[in-house]
């Protein structure tokens, strides 16, 4: 028979890993730099920058920097997103309550 009560505790716990998750994605933090060096950017996987450093070299020429800008802060991102996708759906995957017919995270 169709438990709805024990169903409904399972996903409040599911939730509730999930949540905890994303606290603890706040403390992985994800590190990229231009190939040379002039700029660096650390984000956690909950894509929120931490810190960048801008060589000088890079402040004497706007253009350059933003697209430094760009590439490094695109890259971090992706990083990030791909480490936050994965920790989450492995935690939903685990976590979930068997529901007939909803093989949603296999």
């Known amino acids: 028979m169709f438990d709805l009560m024990g169903m409904m505790g399972k996903l409040q716990e599911a ?13 992985v933090w994800v590190d990229e730099s231009s190939s040379d ?6 984000v956690t996987a909950n894509r929120q ?6 060589s000088p070299e890079l402040l004497e020429d706007a253009e350059q920097l933003e697209d430094y800008l760009v ?4 890259k ?15 935690v939903a995957k685990n976590n979930m309550p068997n ?8």
Do not use: C, W, Y
Request: avoid cysteine; charge should be positive; proline fraction near 2%.
């Open 15 to 27: 939730q509730s890993k999930v949540e905890e998750t994303k606290k603890r994605l706040d403390t």
């Open 37 to 42: 060096g002039l700029l660096k950017v650390t």
């Open 49 to 54: 920058i931490k810190s960048l450093t801008i």
């Open 71 to 74: 590439m490094v802060l695109n």
């Open 76 to 90: 971090a991102l992706t990083k990030a997103e791909q480490i936050h996708e994965t920790e989450i759906a492995a």
């Open 99 to 106: 529901i007939p017919g909803m093989d949603l995270f296999k």
